[in-house]
């Protein structure tokens, strides 16, 4: 059986694929996203990522945008089940 790839996503795909604001940035983040939940690779999100995310969505968005944020990051811990271990 072949191993899946392991990724790193960066700030940039995190954030298009939850705001869902450049299209075609927003297919290719889907497409790993997906592969994610399907099993064909691994991610792991850095922490750091995670910081830049909130801090960018709080200085482009608002405070409004900031509080459903938290809705945003909530589907990604859907994707994979372990992704909390």
């Known amino acids: 059986m072949p191993r899946s ?3 790193l996503p960066d700030t940039n ?4 694929y939850l705001l ?6 927003y297919g290719r983040a889907e497409k790993v996203f997906e592969d994610v939940r ?5 991610a792991v999100i ?6 830049d995310c909130v801090l960018l969505a ?7 945008r900031l509080l459903s ?16 271990r």
């Open 58 to 64: 709080k200085a482009r968005h608002g405070a409004g």
């Open 38 to 42: 399907t099993g064909k690779a691994k």
């Open 46 to 51: 850095l922490e750091s990522v995670l910081v």
């Open 20 to 25: 869902q604001d450049v299209p075609d940035q």
């Open 13 to 16: 795909v995190v954030l298009r």
């Open 69 to 84: 944020f938290d809705k945003d990051l909530n589907k990604l811990s859907q994707i994979s089940p372990d992704a909390a």
């Open 5 to 7: 790839a392991s990724i």
